[in-house]
């Protein structure tokens, strides 16, 4: 008989406490550290967001795109359901180049930590699902 | 967060207009977009005001992968897949 070690952690959506794994309980944190930083960085966000308009594809979007990606694979990481595809949510995520990020980010030093915190959510989520293949 | 008791009915007709996109359920997405762009808002509020974002008058620019992102001069967006919400939120501009 294994004995799992289950962690008590507030949601980062749902508002409150939920027993997970260990792993799980990282992911949610991480959730939240996420979250956290996404509202830090708002005067830099709009001004990104300003900047970009005009252009067809902009910095910003990739960036929100990269926070859906990732933080939509975060969602498989809780519960019993299992992704259908975990290789591919792999792929997608690592699609993105974290360092190409930050490079075109100079100029915005407050969304720095945040893509850093979305890079340290893939990596933990990452982790999670290769457990699944 | 405790909200306010919503009819099952208006909940389910609020969620229709949610896509789960990358999320595991469109619930996920609705309480992950709240939390990023809901400010003080109840979650309900944050729904209804994201199904009745009016397309009319907002600036239109097309995203990766199908998406939508629509705007208005008040920074209020929307995106939108397929006819479905996958984020709303309100950005004033500097």
Aim: charged residues 30%; aromatic residues 8%.
């Amino acid at each position: 008989m294994t004995i799992q070690t289950r962690v008590r952690v507030r949601h980062p959506t749902r508002g409150r406490i939920v027993e997970v794994s260990p792993e799980q309980a990282a992911i949610l944190r991480q959730v939240r550290r996420v979250i956290a930083s996404y509202k830090s960085s708002e005067p830099e966000r709009r001004r990104l967001l300003k900047q970009g308009w005009k252009q067809k594809t902009s910095l910003w979007d990739e960036l929100e795109m990269f926070d859906l990606e990732v933080a939509g694979a975060a969602s498989w990481c809780e519960g019993s359901r299992k992704h259908p595809d975990p290789r591919k949510v792999i792929r997608n995520m690592n699609a993105f180049d974290v360092d190409g990020f930050k490079r075109r980010l100079r100029n915005y030093p407050a969304l720095t930590p945040y893509v850093q915190e979305l890079a340290n959510l893939r990596q933990l989520v990452t982790q999670y699902l290769e457990q699944q293949i | 967060m405790i909200l306010p008791p919503l009819p099952l009915a208006d909940a389910v007709n609020l969620l229709r207009h949610w896509d789960a996109s990358t999320f595991r359920t469109p619930a996920a997405s609705v309480r992950y977009h709240h939390q990023r762009h809901g400010r003080d808002v109840s979650l309900w509020t944050y729904m209804a005001r994201a199904a009745g974002f009016n397309l009319r008058r907002a600036r239109r620019k097309p995203l990766p992968e199908g998406a939508t992102r629509y705007e208005k001069r008040n920074g209020e967006f929307c995106i939108k897949r397929k006819g479905k919400i996958v984020s709303y939120g309100v950005n004033s501009w500097p």
